[in-house]
């Protein structure tokens, strides 16, 4: 048998094979994975280059059969994947308000992500060769490969670094594409909810033959795919939670509105502007903002408000603080796709013993993405002149006459509504080439290949729907706020006019020419090239008094260059112009190249015992030498069990995001609201260790905020009443982290132990494997929630004294004027350590009901534990059990039955989530968020042979139409409908897809 028969081989026996004596195919639903084979093949099975026949694997493996991607509705890849339990989504259709694009950061991509220690952490193969990368984090958008010739995906979860590269920590996702293809194959599907939105549809075209007498083989496929937006007005469960005045919204005021920063209004005008206002609503310090007749009001309490509220409205009133919010309603509940696709493959024998063989897959797809408007707020605000040109209305007048400086110009702030909500366009382009050589020695089993590729991505990101800060101040410094106004370089040809002025205090659409004239459109690129020469060799070495002592061994070169590109408008040099809404983002750029030599020995010291051992070396232009490595069991404890397991050691590098990249901010969650405003004026969740009556440090803190506040440009109300100091009157749980590589970085360590048993009955195959991964140095940016906790001194040794030169309160940056939080600086370091354990089982099962067969597949995780620590004084976050770090069930199941009839096969597919804490019950046990409950969906599928050539499938997936989950409410504080997590609980309701397949 040649290699690249033998090859062939791989794809048509592994699936049955791991099901029937792995109990490892708990997603795959075919009896015939229950039928005995009459010869086993040689292969090659996912987490050893070793080719043996025994089909035994020493860690766990999970095979997803080419039909569980085409028996669901969606066409992202990645949704099948996210079924299974050992994953955790990242990149999902659901992932619709990013437009920040960045060298580590591609909108709309889709990833996967094993154990949830990260996308970075797990490799994504093609028929077990590196796929190309997203960009400079090496994450793959599982977008780019081929859905057509998908023959079925081998994931290991045990950890391979030893044998694919450190970069495989959390385990393995191989794509085996279609081999050695014969005919035409043509597929469409086409799906749709059942609220009439959100089609779907997906052709395809796979074409193949033999050709010189059989000794070569070609084959192409090709692929379309389209995904239409479903928005959120659409969905009565985010509606009803816009419409909810207990549901609070973190939306700024869209009105416009004067910020007193350090030159506030007397009391006395105040008071007399608000005669009756008491509290927040009667300080001098805080915002004001104007009716549409004119007169002003406060957030606090809406006190003074006159304009629309209510159900349909975009404002109500918050029925536990009585105060006025905003509500947007804009956006994707799942975001639009359209992807294009083409994978080719041809193999040739030069001889019995040589074959040659090229690769080529491309895929150019486009995502779109939307946010809310922009908000000329905060740092984003124009200075308005004191003068006749800018007349205000007499309320307003009474504040800025007040003041101490009463000519000073005053600060305006206004949500630019009237402009549309900010877009992304995100068009990404992937190619790969391969070519390279398979042989066999003709003296003995010994093969070999060697091959090169090289592989390119671009993304282009296109921004709209931003307003140019200069250009919005501009039109406001101008008289009449900018009405009749025009500008014009004469000498160039350019220029900008608004006829109609600006919405300041007046509310109406203004004319064209005034939105263009404030409107900016950007483009961010990122090129991303990998290139990467291997060669393998493997085979049998002697015969032992257990079996055949059996070797691999490789060499392989890889070179990763990254070049991000920002819009000049929105690179941190930007100091005359910028976009409001937007934050900077840096060039970043840089090349890494690695040298790595592996080995592999299969040592059966007993009949029915064997080791797997592995090392790997890898020496890197940036770290220079690290070392991986494995020492696994098998073990056949008598004829239906078997026993395996073992240690890991994987040593990650840095990649080429981590090392070079540039400056950019980019917004997190940061839980507890800011630790510098009184925990007596605002409610909400709020930091025990901040400036709150029970804190029995609260002096200290508050002394400390004021130093803060004085090094980022002073001019804070704080020191005044720090007792009272108040912000925005809205919870606002995000943080503004400027990120930055680092070229001094480490290695991370991982090391992964493993242990499991398996059982292989006539009808029945189950599996247990326990895991512990424990990575010491972890890389990552610096959290700006830990950078607080430790220049707050929450551990007690961090910053004893409460000093401001604190290396971590040097990283902080306030907002000069207001006093509140802006931004934190947080470069990727050598953190503290991720640790987890659990199990995995799995159950197979199949046998005659009737005059047909019944099958059952089973996956279930439990997850006993999943530590952090942000850095080596930080404290120890626990999150099993919890929404915290993307999602921490205690356990999840996910089941499969079907039911298999001569021409018929109807399953039922069920995915069970139990109750978790809310995502803060990590960090304080004590909180008052509410978790979830339990929840489980319902997919139904069947697959009808129509002919021999022609195959009808549909289903419905969440056939019970059922609900999401509600996360974050708080009791007497915030009933959060309408807010969810949509990769875990589905927020488009129930839906259909019929898909036609013809062969001939």
Not at 285 to 295: A, K, R
Not at 463 to 472: H, I, K
Not at 505 to 522: E, K, L
Not at 733 to 742: M, Q
Request: some cysteine; hydrophobic content about 40%; charged content about 20%.
């Amino acid at each position: 048998m040649n290699m690249q028969e033998q090859h062939g081989q791989t794809s048509k026996v592994l699936a049955s094979a791991v099901a029937a004596v792995l109990g490892g195919s708990g997603f795959a639903a075919s009896v015939e994975a229950q039928q005995p084979q009459a010869e086993l093949e040689e292969v090659v099975v996912t987490g050893s280059r070793i080719v043996r026949r025994d089909f035994t694997a020493a860690s766990p493996i999970v095979t997803v059969g080419a039909e569980n991607f085409e028996n669901i509705s969606t066409v992202g890849v990645e949704a099948a994947l996210n079924q299974l339990p050992q994953f955790q989504p990242a990149g999902t259709q659901f992932v619709d308000t990013d437009v920040q694009a960045s060298a580590f950061n591609t909108p709309g991509i889709s990833s996967v992500n094993l154990r949830g220690l990260g996308a970075n952490r797990n490799l994504v193969l093609i028929n077990g060769r590196r796929a190309q990368p997203a960009n400079a984090t090496l994450v793959v958008d599982v977008n780019s490969i081929p859905a057509a010739a998908i023959e079925n995906v081998e994931v290991i979860t045990g950890g391979a670094s030893a044998v694919y590269g450190a970069d495989a920590v959390g385990g393995v996702v191989n794509f085996i594409l279609r081999d050695d293809f014969e005919g035409v194959s043509v597929d469409y599907q086409q799906s749709a909810t059942f609220e009439g939105d959100g089609e779907e549809l997906r052709l395809s075209l796979l074409a193949g033959g033999n050709f010189d007498s059989g000794r070569g083989n070609a084959m192409l496929g090709v692929e379309w795919a389209d995904r239409n937006a479903v928005y959120n007005e659409d969905r009565d469960f985010i509606v009803e939670g816009w419409d909810d005045p207990g549901t609070t919204s973190g939306s700024f005021l869209r009105q416009s509105g004067y910020v007193p920063l350090n030159n506030p209004p007397s009391a006395a005008a105040v008071a007399q502007v608000f005669p009756d206002a008491v509290g927040p609503a009667a300080s001098p310090f805080s915002e004001f903002y104007l009716n549409p007749d004119g007169t002003l009001f406060r957030q606090f309490g809406a006190t003074g408000y006159t304009g629309p509220v209510g159900p349909g409205s975009s404002f109500k009133i918050n029925s536990y603080t009585g105060s006025l919010q905003d509500v947007y309603r804009v956006g994707f509940a799942s975001s639009p796709l359209t992807r294009y696709s083409a994978f080719g493959r041809a193999t040739y024998d030069i001889s019995d013993s040589l074959t040659l063989f090229t690769q080529a897959n491309f895929a150019s797809w486009k995502v779109d993405q939307i946010l809310d408007y922009s908000p000329g707020v905060e740092f984003w605000s124009a200075p308005v002149p004191r003068d006749a040109e800018h007349p205000v209305p007499p309320e307003l007048e009474v504040l800025l006459d007040s003041r101490a400086d009463p000519d000073a110009p005053w600060q305006l702030r206004r949500v630019f509504d009237w402009h549309g909500p900010r877009r992304s366009f995100n068009t990404n382009q992937v190619y790969q080439v391969m070519a390279g050589l398979e042989g066999a020695f003709a003296d003995r089993d010994w093969t070999w290949e060697a091959y090169a590729s090289q592989g390119r991505t671009t993304t282009l990101n296109e921004l709209d729907g931003f307003v140019s800060v200069a250009r919005w101040r501009e039109l406001v410094a101008a008289p009449n706020y900018g009405q009749g106004y025009m500008q014009q370089n004469q000498s160039l040809g350019y220029q900008i006019s608004c006829t109609s002025g600006l919405p300041i205090f007046d509310y109406f659409t203004p004319t064209q020419d005034c939105i263009d004239a404030a409107n900016v459109r950007m483009k961010n690129t990122n090129d991303f090239e990998q290139k990467i020469a291997e060669f393998n060799l493997q085979g049998g070495i002697t015969e032992m008094r257990g079996g055949e002592l059996r070797f691999a061994f490789g060499a392989s070169y890889r070179e990763n260059e990254v070049f991000f590109q920002p819009d000049l408008l929105n690179d941190q040099s930007s100091v005359v112009d910028f976009p409001a809404g937007l934050f900077a983002a840096n060039e970043a750029g840089g090349e890494l190249d690695v040298t790595e030599f592996y080995g592999e020995l299969l040592v059966p010291l007993a009949e029915s015992f064997s080791l797997e051992l592995g090392a790997r070396t890898s020496d890197y232009s940036t770290v220079g030498r690290i070392d991986t490595y494995k020492a696994l069991f098998d073990w056949g404890a008598t004829d239906r069990i078997r026993v395996r397991g073992g240690r890991q050691v994987a040593n990650r590098a840095p990649n080429t995001a981590e090392l070079f990249l540039g400056e950019t901010s980019v917004v997190v969650f940061f839980p507890g609201g800011d630790p510098c405003i009184s925990g007596d004026v605002v409610a909400g969740p709020l930091n025990p260790w901040g400036n709150v009556a029970s804190n029995p440090n609260r002096a200290q803190v508050q002394q400390l905020c004021s130093a803060l506040i004085a090094a980022s440009g002073g001019g804070s109300t704080f020191a005044a009443d720090p007792d009272g100091f108040a912000g925005p009157g809205f919870f606002f749980p995000l943080e503004l982290e400027t990120r930055f590589g680092s070229t001094d970085l480490e290695s991370e360590e991982a090391v992964t132990y493993t242990l499991g048993l398996v059982f292989g009955g006539d009808a029945i195959t189950a599996s247990l494997d326990v895991y512990d991964i424990e990575i010491e140095g972890a890389i990552g940016p610096l959290s700006s929630y830990a950078v607080y906790q430790q220049c707050f001194n929450v551990n007690g040794t961090s910053n004893p004294t409460y000093d401001v030169n604190n290396p971590f309160c040097g990283l902080i940056t306030r907002q000069p004027g207001s006093g509140l939080r802006l931004a934190v600086d947080a470069p990727y370091q050598n953190l503290g350590f991720i640790k987890t354990r659990g199990a995995d089982v799995q159950l197979n099962w199949s046998g005659d009901v009737g005059a047909n067969s019944l099958f059952v597949n089973s996956l279930l995780t439990y997850v006993d534990t999943y530590e952090t620590q942000a850095t080596p004084t930080s404290p120890v976050i626990e999150s099993a059990g919890t929404l915290n770090e993307g999602g921490q069930f205690d356990w999840q199941l996910f089941t499969t039955v079907g039911y298999n009839l001569p021409d018929l096969t109807v399953g039922l597919r069920w995915r069970h989530l139990p109750s978790a804490e809310p995502a803060d019950f990590a960090q304080n046990p004590n909180t008052s968020t509410l978790g979830v409950d339990a929840y489980d969906m319902f997919d139904l599928f069947g697959n009808w042979t129509v002919t021999e050539r022609i195959n009808l499938r549909f289903g419905i997936d969440n056939l019970l139409d059922t609900d999401p989950e509600i996360t974050g409410e708080v009791p007497g504080q915030n009933n959060a409908r309408g807010s969810t997590i949509p990769n875990y609980y589905d927020i488009l309701g129930r839906r259909a897809y019929v898909g036609l397949n013809w062969g001939f």
